[in-house]
Nanobody
Framework: QVQLVESGGGSVQAGGSLRLSCAVS????????MAWFRQAPGKERERVAC????????YYAEAVKGRFTISQDNAKNTLFLQMNSLRPEDTAMYYC?????????????????WGQGTQVTVSS
């Protein structure tokens, strides 16, 4: 049984930092795309960052490039999202997602497994 459990969300002032973690179990992370998505109230879920686990190649939404970094631990059982220079528009529920695709998908429907989400709130 695949489980993804996020942690690390919270409230922070603009300009601050947070590090999200996603503990992964029951999932073979080799040659797969794993990602962080976010969804703000009234908006569609959007992919923030993705990592293709076999090569370590990463992909970022334009809105977070240079501020967010996706990474994984060597055992590939934890996915991280380091978020720096946070802005009020980064406020959203953040989700960890894992696909069965041998690339980094962009659509939520291409990800099979999801965590329960962790809330990030950035105040101005």
């Amino acid at each position: 049984q695949v489980q993804l459990v996020e942690s690390g969300g919270g409230s922070v002032q603009a300009g601050g930092s947070l590090r999200l973690s996603c503990a992964v179990s029951g999932y073979t992370a080799n040659n797969r795309g794993m990602a962080w998505f976010r969804q703000a109230p009234g908006k569609e879920r959007e992919r923030v960052a993705c990592m293709y686990t076999s090569t370590g190649n990463t992909y970022y939404a334009e809105a977070v490039k240079g501020r967010f970094t996706i990474s994984q631990d060597n055992a590939k059982n934890t996915l991280f999202l380091q978020m720096n220079s946070l802005r009020p528009e980064d406020t959203a529920m953040y989700y960890c997602a894992a696909s069965n695709r041998a690339y980094c998908p962009s659509r939520p429907s291409d990800f099979t497994y999801w965590g329960q989400g962790t809330q990030v709130t950035v105040s101005s």
